[in-house]
């Protein structure tokens, strides 16, 4: 497991800091327009080059209020970034030349002696090049030049800054079972911490967002190991009006990077936010194990018999699709149900690990599918041949089909249902891929690390392999070879 570096773009505003971002990220997360200071949210995304994969965070542009360029948020913006970031790098805009926010930012950077890199946007054209040279005055190496709104010179960029990027950080195999509590500020992650260390090792305080950094938290529990993760509380966007908040909020995604298995706490009163279900949404993404746990349950007045259910049945049709995800209901303060929130995250990472028998597998997948087929699409019938179980932590399974690319979202769902119907996988996100012929021997080598592995976007033809187009006329049995 690995922490991803962290590289965070930093400049005056309107150099180009968040087309920059859209186009090294493939997306279009931040908004772009000619007006400064547009970029008043942070935005971070995962990116990747030639197999390097890291976070790239577009610090916004700060517009002062008043005309001097040292106004102290604006030093406080640029000091954020240097505290959080693995990787400078300062974007600065050839039309406006060196500026004096440019120099002071020049200063801090390399008074920090992290890595950094000087990049020259907005270069358009060759004859813009020739003013790249004014940049050299910064003392910050050679100046890059590109057009990010093009894509000009920008593979020429993530070239040079992957090979600036630290590797990323490695968690000994031995630590232990990381589990991190994520979170809204006050919804009793440090109080729970508290209960279950069985002493005051974390602040706790009534005010919302005291704990401003991911804090690890070593405790033993039935000979087990468990390194308990209190993160930084999330705000939602709008609230966000402190840099420091903005960093909390990635040292919390940070933080799932780093866990085996994501403890979601949410309030009784509230129920499921839509920025709880983000952030349990960004958990799944990274196939982390998951659950949801109900604090501050000595708080809801005339509990009945059914209260539990209904509230548990309500916020797993919030979300659906992730409706495998197992509720616990808790007090922090009084200590009720406590003493399960660790079996209850050392059972899912039992589940993630589990190899499923590779028969019973095949039969229940294959039974389902001859009961409910896949539609032909433009006359060509869906075949499937076989499924396999190929990894584990988390569990990754393939399937053998005639026309991988045809098989559609929804029937992919129905196959995912159905694995969680036969087997026990609560709380455990699982991958379904659908490849044509025999499976790529990487897939099936126990010692392929899993970055190196093709996938699920990836072509789905092996070896050469080809469907025989002249058995497609009919529609087939399920699991007929």
């Given at each position: 497991m690995?922490?991803?570096?962290?590289?965070?773009?930093v400049?005056?505003p309107?150099?180009?800091?968040?087309?920059?971002?859209?186009?090294?990220?493939?997306?279009?997360?931040?908004?772009?327009?000619?007006?400064?200071?547009?970029?008043?949210?942070?935005?971070?995304?995962?990116?990747?080059?030639?197999?390097?994969?890291?976070?790239?965070?577009?610090?916004g542009?700060?517009v002062?209020?008043?005309?001097?360029?040292?106004?102290?948020?604006?030093?406080?913006?640029?000091?954020?970034?240097?505290?959080?970031?693995?990787?400078?790098?300062?974007?600065?805009?050839?039309?406006?030349?060196?500026?004096?926010?440019?120099?002071?930012?020049?200063?801090?950077?390399?008074?920090?002696?992290?890595?950094?890199?000087?990049?020259?946007?907005?270069?358009?054209?060759?004859?813009?090049?020739?003013e790249?040279?004014?940049?050299?005055?910064?003392?910050?190496?050679?100046?890059?030049?590109?057009?990010?709104?093009?894509?000009?010179?920008?593979?020429?960029?993530?070239?040079?800054?992957?090979?600036?990027?630290?590797?990323?950080?490695?968690?000994?195999?031995?630590e232990?079972?990381?589990?991190?509590?994520?979170?809204?500020?006050?919804?009793?992650?440090?109080?729970?911490?508290?209960?279950?260390?069985?002493?005051?090792?974390?602040?706790?305080?009534?005010?919302?967002?005291?704990?401003?950094?991911?804090?690890?938290?070593?405790?033993?529990?039935?000979?087990?190991?468990?390194?308990?993760?209190d993160?930084?509380?999330?705000?939602?966007?709008?609230?966000?009006?402190?840099?420091?908040?903005?960093?909390?909020?990635?040292?919390?995604?940070?933080?799932?990077?780093?866990?085996?298995?994501?403890?979601?706490?949410?309030?009784?009163?509230?129920?499921?936010?839509?920025?709880?279900?983000?952030?349990?949404?960004?958990?799944?993404?990274?196939?982390?194990?998951?659950?949801?746990?109900?604090?501050k349950?000595?708080?809801?007045?005339?509990?009945?018999?059914?209260?539990?259910r209904?509230?548990?049945r309500?916020?797993?049709?919030?979300?659906?699709?992730?409706?495998?995800?197992?509720?616990?209901?808790?007090?922090?303060?009084?200590?009720?149900?406590?003493?399960?929130?660790?079996?209850?995250?050392?059972?899912?990472?039992?589940?993630?690990?589990?190899?499923?028998?590779?028969?019973?597998?095949?039969?229940?997948?294959?039974?389902?599918?001859?009961?409910?087929?896949?539609?032909?699409?433009?006359?060509?019938?869906?075949?499937?041949?076989?499924?396999?179980?190929?990894?584990?932590?988390?569990?990754?399974?393939?399937?053998?089909?005639?026309?991988?690319?045809?098989?559609?979202?929804?029937?992919?769902?129905?196959?995912?249902?159905?694995?969680?119907?036969?087997?026990?996988?609560?709380?455990?996100?699982?991958?379904?891929?659908?490849?044509?012929?025999?499976?790529?021997?990487?897939?099936?080598?126990?010692?392929?690390?899993?970055?190196?592995?093709?996938?699920?976007?990836?072509?789905?033809?092996?070896?050469?392999?080809?469907?025989?187009?002249?058995?497609?006329?009919?529609?087939?049995?399920?699991?007929?070879?």
């Amino acid at each position: 497991m690995k922490r991803l570096p962290v590289v965070a773009v930093v400049g005056q505003p309107n150099a180009g800091k968040s087309t920059l971002f859209n186009r090294l990220t493939r997306s279009r997360k931040a908004i772009v327009d000619d007006m400064p200071g547009v970029t008043r949210d942070r935005h971070y995304a995962r990116a990747d080059w030639n197999g390097r994969e890291f976070r790239l965070v577009d610090t916004g542009g700060y517009v002062p209020e008043s005309k001097e360029l040292f106004d102290t948020a604006i030093r406080e913006q640029v000091q954020m970034a240097l505290e959080e970031a693995d990787l400078l790098l300062l974007l600065c805009n050839v039309q406006t030349g060196v500026t004096r926010t440019d120099e002071m930012m020049a200063r801090l950077i390399r008074d920090t002696g992290k890595p950094w890199m000087l990049v020259v946007n907005k270069v358009d054209n060759e004859k813009l090049e020739l003013e790249v040279g004014e940049f050299w005055k910064l003392g910050l190496d050679e100046p890059l030049a590109v057009a990010a709104n093009s894509g000009r010179h920008t593979g020429e960029l993530l070239d040079a800054l992957v090979g600036k990027l630290p590797e990323p950080q490695e968690i000994p195999a031995d630590e232990g079972l990381r589990v991190a509590l994520i979170g809204k500020p006050n919804v009793g992650k440090s109080s729970l911490v508290n209960r279950l260390l069985g002493q005051e090792r974390l602040m706790v305080t009534p005010i919302a967002g005291t704990t401003r950094d991911s804090i690890d938290s070593v405790v033993k529990h039935k000979g087990r190991r468990f390194v308990l993760v209190d993160t930084a509380g999330l705000r939602r966007r709008t609230k966000i009006k402190e840099n420091v908040e903005f960093y909390s909020r990635l040292r919390t995604i940070s933080a799932i990077d780093s866990a085996h298995v994501c403890l979601l706490l949410v309030e009784p009163g509230e129920g499921l936010t839509r920025q709880d279900i983000q952030v349990l949404e960004e958990a799944v993404s990274q196939r982390k194990g998951v659950a949801l746990l109900v604090n501050k349950w000595d708080t809801v007045p005339e509990k009945e018999t059914n209260t539990a259910r209904d509230m548990e049945r309500g916020m797993l049709e919030d979300i659906h699709t992730l409706n495998w995800v197992p509720v616990l209901f808790i007090s922090a303060l009084e200590g009720t149900r406590c003493h399960k929130v660790l079996d209850l995250a050392a059972g899912i990472d039992e589940r993630r690990k589990q190899w499923l028998d590779p028969e019973e597998l095949r039969e229940k997948l294959l039974a389902s599918v001859a009961r409910r087929p896949p539609p032909a699409i433009e006359g060509r019938w869906i075949r499937f041949k076989d499924v396999q179980q190929i990894r584990c932590d988390p569990p990754w399974f393939v399937c053998r089909v005639s026309h991988p690319e045809l098989v559609q979202p929804i029937y992919k769902r129905y196959l995912e249902k159905q694995l969680r119907r036969f087997f026990d996988l609560e709380g455990v996100p699982i991958r379904l891929d659908f490849r044509r012929g025999k499976l790529d021997p990487a897939l099936l080598a126990e010692d392929t690390p899993l970055e190196e592995l093709p996938d699920e976007e990836a072509p789905r033809v092996y070896n050469g392999e080809l469907p025989d187009d002249g058995e497609e006329q009919n529609a087939p049995e399920a699991g007929e070879e």
